[in-house]
């Protein structure tokens, strides 16, 4: 029998749960000192299988810090001296309350929910590691509220952040978009299936104090009625699993029964100027793109398509990944349901992306579909992915050659250039990658010879016509000078 559910709180506990936060905030409990202090790169690379090595070499010292750590974060136990040394008594006994405290039958105090730092916010929500103990029960329930975990944090740094009048997050969780996204709009509408997972961000709302955050229970768009959104976020379940063990994970086979759905709705719930984002994993045919798949999706509807492609995973490394079994017999009869279930699909591999939607230009003509590889942005790259459909925007204009008369073209410095060349290749020809340096998102280009050309001979800023009458006295057609110019426009490599 499983204890009763955290994420509940009365009226009366409101003002007290908020001061319990505030409490963990001041022992320095944010994302950037939990790095510092656990030797992190970034926050996504946190693994529980390192827990001795933090434990016995990052937190020896046992200041406040190390014990919100230990406590929210690395689901450990705090002796009641510790506990009393990391909360008073008020905010111990209203976590106690709300039961995201517990209290063993040996003084020690564990939290049956965890709090996760967000930049400088912290969200409540299930442990992250099935693989520990967890107070209450012995198997991850099936309506378990997904940890802010690394696909979470890919949203949150992909997301765009301006001022919007109406914002969805949809398959909210523990509402963490929808929490972030209320800073910025007027009005916020979290949906989840899952009641948990609604309890969990209410919690959320009312911990934090936000008020234009609305929660609903329900099947994606079906709860929202006629409204249309300026921005739309999606965490949903992906998964393509021969089992349905975990409501916020699996996707059904193909792992498309949710973010299917999802793709073609926005259509007709995307605002005019709105931008979707949507971070998921897509199966992988051979000589299929799966921005056809996404195109198929949106059926007949002008949007352009954004994709940010992060890893690719073979079937076999899909399959080893997400296998269970406590003997060798069961673990190997896991991963071939899970490699069959991939061949059952047709998928070679899966591919973990963040894509972004945005009503097409007229002007533009048919809307494009655009993939990038791209490593995992590590810091908010919301004014790069909104850069990038300008840059397309103006790249696609019909008569680039009379919009860019008397412009001038800039290099947009500083840019990193690698040139690689096959020693003894017998004249095989140097192949030449640039990628914009500083930027949230890391991508580099393959150039050609005429954008090669033009990035070297921008020395300040350059009028298109003069750089167009270079390449004529160089005998290189105005037409394969404007594709070189368009493509380095797309690519955010210069700037008019």
Same mark, same amino acid.
């Given at each position: 029998?499983?204890?009763?559910? !955290?994420? &509940?709180?009365?009226?009366?506990?409101?003002?007290?749960?908020?001061?319990?936060?505030?409490?963990?905030?001041? #022992?320095?409990?944010?994302?950037?000192?939990?790095?510092? /202090?656990?030797?992190?790169? @970034?926050?996504?690379n946190l693994t529980w299988r390192h827990l001795p090595i933090y434990r016995d070499e990052r937190l020896i010292s046992r200041d406040g810090l190390a014990l919100a750590i230990e406590l929210f974060l690395l689901q450990s136990a705090l002796p009641p001296d510790?506990?009393?040394?990391?909360? *008073?008594?008020?905010?111990?006994?209203? $976590?106690?309350?709300?039961?995201?405290?517990?209290?063993?039958?040996?003084?020690?105090?564990?939290?049956?929910?965890?709090?996760?730092?967000?930049?400088?916010?912290?969200?409540?929500?299930?442990?992250?590691?099935?693989?520990?103990?967890?107070?209450?029960?012995?198997?991850?329930?099936?309506? %378990?509220?997904?940890?802010?975990?690394?696909?979470?944090?890919?949203?949150?740094?992909?997301?765009?952040?301006?001022?919007?009048?109406?914002? $969805?997050?949809?398959?909210?969780?523990?509402?963490?978009?929808?929490?972030?996204?209320?800073?910025?709009?007027?009005?916020?509408?979290?949906?989840?299936?899952?009641?948990?997972?609604?309890?969990?961000?209410?919690?959320?709302?009312?911990?934090?104090?936000?008020?234009?955050?609305?929660?609903?229970?329900?099947?994606?768009?079906?709860?929202?009625?006629?409204? &249309?959104?300026?921005?739309?976020?999606?965490? !949903?379940?992906?998964?393509?699993?021969?089992?349905?063990?975990?409501?916020?994970?699996?996707?059904? !086979?193909?792992?498309? @029964?949710?973010? /299917?759905?999802?793709?073609?709705?926005?259509?007709?719930? $995307?605002?005019?100027? =709105?931008?979707?984002?949507?971070?998921?994993?897509?199966?992988?045919?051979?000589?299929? *793109?799966?921005? /056809?798949?996404?195109?198929?999706?949106?059926?007949?509807?002008?949007?352009?398509?954004?994709?940010?492609?992060?890893?690719?995973?073979?079937?076999?490394?899909?399959?080893?990944?997400?296998?269970?079994?406590?003997?060798?017999?069961?673990?190997?009869?896991?991963? &071939?349901? +899970?490699?069959?279930?991939?061949?059952? %699909?047709?998928?070679?591999?899966?591919?973990?992306?963040?894509?972004?939607?945005? +009503?097409?230009?007229?002007?533009?003509?048919?809307? +494009?579909?655009?993939?990038?590889?791209?490593?995992?942005?590590?810091?908010?790259?919301?004014?790069?992915?909104?850069?990038?459909?300008?840059?397309? %925007?103006?790249?696609?204009?019909?008569?680039?050659?009379?919009?860019?008369?008397?412009?001038?073209?800039?290099?947009?410095?500083?840019? #990193? /250039?690698?040139?690689?060349?096959?020693?003894?290749?017998?004249?095989?020809?140097?192949?030449?990658?640039?990628?914009?340096?500083?930027?949230?998102?890391?991508?580099?280009? @393959?150039?050609?010879?005429?954008?090669? %050309?033009?990035?070297? =001979?921008?020395?300040?800023?350059?009028?298109?016509?003069?750089?167009?009458?270079?390449?004529?006295?160089?005998?290189?057609?105005?037409?394969?000078?404007?594709?070189?110019? &368009?493509?380095?426009?797309?690519?955010?490599?210069?700037?008019?």
């Amino acid at each position: 029998m499983s204890k009763p559910t !955290p994420f &509940r709180v009365d009226d009366s506990d409101v003002s007290v749960l908020r001061q319990a936060i505030a409490s963990i905030g001041r #022992a320095g409990y944010c994302e950037t000192a939990v790095c510092h /202090r656990l030797g992190l790169d @970034d926050i996504t690379n946190l693994t529980w299988r390192h827990l001795p090595i933090y434990r016995d070499e990052r937190l020896i010292s046992r200041d406040g810090l190390a014990l919100a750590i230990e406590l929210f974060l690395l689901q450990s136990a705090l002796p009641p001296d510790e506990l009393h040394r990391l909360l *008073p008594d008020s905010s111990r006994d209203v $976590l106690l309350r709300t039961e995201i405290l517990e209290i063993d039958e040996g003084g020690l105090a564990r939290a049956r929910a965890s709090l996760f730092p967000v930049g400088t916010s912290l969200v409540f929500s299930d442990h992250a590691w099935p693989e520990l103990p967890h107070p209450g029960y012995v198997t991850v329930p099936y309506d %378990q509220v997904m940890a802010v975990g690394i696909d979470s944090r890919h949203l949150v740094h992909a997301t765009v952040r301006r001022p919007v009048r109406l914002a $969805l997050d949809l398959c909210t969780g523990s509402g963490v978009h929808a929490l972030l996204a209320a800073a910025r709009a007027e009005r916020v509408i979290a949906v989840d299936i899952n009641p948990r997972a609604v309890h969990c961000t209410r919690f959320n709302a009312r911990a934090l104090g936000i008020a234009n955050l609305e929660v609903v229970e329900g099947d994606l768009f079906e709860p929202v009625g006629n409204d &249309r959104f300026d921005l739309i976020t999606a965490n !949903p379940p992906f998964v393509s699993s021969p089992v349905n063990a975990l409501r916020f994970r699996d996707g059904g !086979p193909s792992g498309e @029964d949710v973010q /299917r759905r999802i793709v073609a709705g926005l259509p007709h719930y $995307l605002a005019p100027g =709105g931008i979707a984002h949507l971070v998921t994993e897509l199966g992988e045919r051979d000589g299929e *793109p799966v921005t /056809r798949r996404l195109r198929e999706w949106l059926g007949e509807a002008p949007i352009d398509v954004y994709v940010l492609r992060l890893a690719r995973y073979t079937s076999a490394q899909y399959a080893i990944a997400h296998a269970k079994g406590g003997d060798y017999g069961t673990f190997l009869e896991s991963a &071939r349901a +899970w490699a069959g279930n991939l061949r059952t %699909q047709g998928f070679a591999g899966v591919v973990s992306v963040l894509i972004a939607f945005r +009503w097409s230009s007229p002007e533009c003509g048919s809307p +494009w579909e655009r993939m990038d590889e791209c490593h995992p942005p590590q810091r908010s790259a919301g004014v790069e992915i909104e850069e990038t459909f300008r840059a397309e %925007q103006l790249a696609r204009h019909p008569n680039l050659r009379s919009h860019l008369e008397g412009k001038r073209l800039r290099r947009s410095d500083p840019i #990193a /250039r690698f040139d690689s060349s096959v020693l003894g290749g017998g004249g095989i020809p140097t192949k030449t990658r640039a990628s914009r340096l500083g930027q949230a998102l890391t991508i580099e280009y @393959d150039l050609g010879t005429f954008e090669r %050309q033009i990035l070297d =001979g921008l020395n300040g800023a350059v009028e298109v016509s003069e750089l167009l009458q270079l390449c004529r006295e160089s005998d290189v057609e105005e037409a394969s000078a404007l594709d070189a110019i &368009r493509s380095l426009l797309r690519r955010g490599l210069v700037s008019i």
